[in-house]
């Protein structure tokens, strides 16, 4: 039985969380998270719009005259995790027995190409820092120091990469021998993509409470010679992951974790939470995109076109939607009402039983206003060639009267059933992470998108903290169920599109160099 001391509300008023949200993470350990029943993988045709060249070419039109306009726009980047997972391998090395790296394993493959990543120059200054001056990364590697030159990269005495949240790491080199962070990238990518007339370029970050400073010091340092360059004026923006959103941690047998002091242990909801951080936001078109999924300059030309098309693409149905609303607003009749189903069903592929003509006409009014008085997105998808990922698909409702565009993580189908892992097999894309959202309604007010996250679409993990053994709770995702009611459209975008850097050697790809 889990009761609350005293010292426990108090501990709940301090973070914003009210007693009955706890009950009801509890409730959820207790029962889980049910599965989402699918219909089918989403693709062209089927859940997933078709580009022609003649919608691109409209869409790509519709952006640039929406930024000549002085479009209310911004981009909206998640970056508040460490970077601790893309250098996985070169810990277990630096803290592993052998003392030279295997042949073919990411570190030698690291060690071979140490001069081909970004951050040589930095990490030559961290050696001679940590090891004595004459110290050279060359000279470590002649003497087989292999593990001083990793701990040089990941430890606090080095570069401390592996504490430093992704956002900071030198992603890139260029010619004439400047180098940039991922933030840095993000920042050029918003002045060629997103830059409203005026040249102005908004972009928010989110990060966490430990890195902001040595983050607001970096942007300090890096807007002017990045204004300068590109010829725009940034207003950038932060945020931190609210305590509000932390979720309770419970025993493997769903009881109150407590720490050694007896205090309740929370956990961050992940970034689901962020969807509290989106609906600050003050702007009608807002791109969310990975900090680590940026390019050099030299391969941008495929983004730039494509940011185009998801972007061009939202405001024509945007344009659609607010018509609609319109019309059935001031003219319900039976044509509105079918022109405004041909759209719902064609255009956003929600089909629900709430639209069928044996239903009143007023009860179809309703039903239309309601499916279509709700935030938009604009989701690019890429091709499944093995990348990671979560997946689009066109998912059942809960009560099972309505089909619609949902992203899908594999934890919330039931792979138990063959039907269903058949799909997961079959399914032709994934989600890269590239969205494009209309945050405000035709008068201007901003929608509250909490409102339109379904609760049910969590999923429950297994952790540690002090050497026991806890249960954690993760808040819906913010491109999956946050989103769960928001009007959907996938549109297929290239894989050139897609360049994440998940391990520290993806940076020798290609789009990196």
Not at 12 to 28: D, N, W
Not at 156 to 183: C, I, W
Request: with cysteine; hydrophobic share 40%; glycine share 8%.
């Amino acid at each position: 039985m889990n009761t609350f001391t005293p010292a426990d509300l108090e501990q709940l008023k301090e973070k914003g969380i009210s007693i009955e949200t706890v009950e009801a993470q509890l409730e959820r350990f207790r029962t889980g998270f049910p599965y989402l029943r699918i219909a089918m993988p989403s693709a062209p045709g089927s859940g997933m719009l078709s580009v022609d060249d003649e919608l691109r070419e409209a869409a790509q039109t519709r952006w640039e005259g929406f930024l000549e306009d002085g479009g209310d726009v911004l981009k909206f980047v998640p970056a508040s995790g460490a970077a601790s997972r893309m250098f996985k391998a070169l810990f277990a090395f630096v803290n592993g027995e052998e003392d030279v790296p295997a042949a073919g394993s990411p570190v030698a493959q690291l060690v071979e190409r140490i001069r081909d990543f970004a951050f040589y120059d930095e990490l030559q200054k961290a050696v001679a820092k940590a090891y004595g001056e004459g110290t050279t990364i060359e000279s470590l590697i002649e003497a087989g120091r292999y593990k001083d030159l990793v701990a040089a990269i990941i430890k606090g005495e080095g570069l401390n990469y592996g504490q430093l949240p992704k956002a900071l790491l030198t992603f890139h080199r260029y010619t004439d021998g400047s180098v940039r962070t991922a933030m840095e990238e993000q920042l050029a990518e918003g002045a060629v993509t997103a830059a409203s007339k005026g040249g102005k370029v908004r972009l928010h970050f989110t990060v966490s409470a430990n890195h902001r400073k040595i983050f607001e010091a970096k942007l300090t340092e890096a807007l002017p010679k990045m204004e300068q360059k590109f010829g725009v004026k940034y207003e950038v923006t932060m945020s931190e992951q609210k305590p509000s959103t932390d979720t309770i941690a419970v025993t493997p047998g769903n009881e109150l974790f407590r720490d050694d002091a007896g205090r309740l242990v929370f956990r961050p909801g992940g970034h689901g939470a962020l969807i509290e951080n989106l609906n600050d936001i003050d702007a009608s078109v807002v791109f969310i995109k990975n900090i680590d999924n940026i390019v050099t300059d030299g391969h941008r030309a495929s983004t730039i076109e494509n940011k185009k098309l998801l972007g061009g693409i939202l405001l024509l149905v945007h344009d659609n939607v607010e018509y609609l609303l319109g019309e059935l607003a001031t003219n319900p009749t039976e044509e509105t009402v079918e022109e405004a189903t041909a759209f719902v069903e064609n255009t956003l592929c929600y089909v629900t039983k709430d639209l069928d003509p044996s239903l009143p006409l007023a009860d179809r009014v309703n039903a239309l206003r309601r499916i279509l008085d709700r935030p938009l997105r604009v989701c690019g998808m890429v091709r499944n060639e093995g990348e990671p990922g979560g997946g689009p698909y066109n998912a059942f409702s809960s009560d099972g009267r309505s089909v619609a565009p949902q992203i899908l993580e594999s934890t919330q189908i039931d792979l138990s059933k063959p039907e269903n892992a058949e799909m997961m097999k079959k399914a032709g894309f994934f989600n890269p992470v590239d969205l494009v959202c209309y945050l405000k309604r035709a008068d201007g007010s901003r929608y509250n998108l909490p409102d339109y996250v379904d609760p049910a679409t969590g999923f429950i993990s297994s952790k540690s903290a002090g050497g026991r053994d806890l249960r954690a709770l993760e808040l819906p995702g913010l491109w999956n169920g946050a989103m769960s009611d928001w009007s959907t459209v996938f549109v297929e975008v290239p894989a050139s599109t897609f360049n994440p850097v998940k391990t520290i050697n993806d940076l020798l790809r290609p789009a990196h160099q």
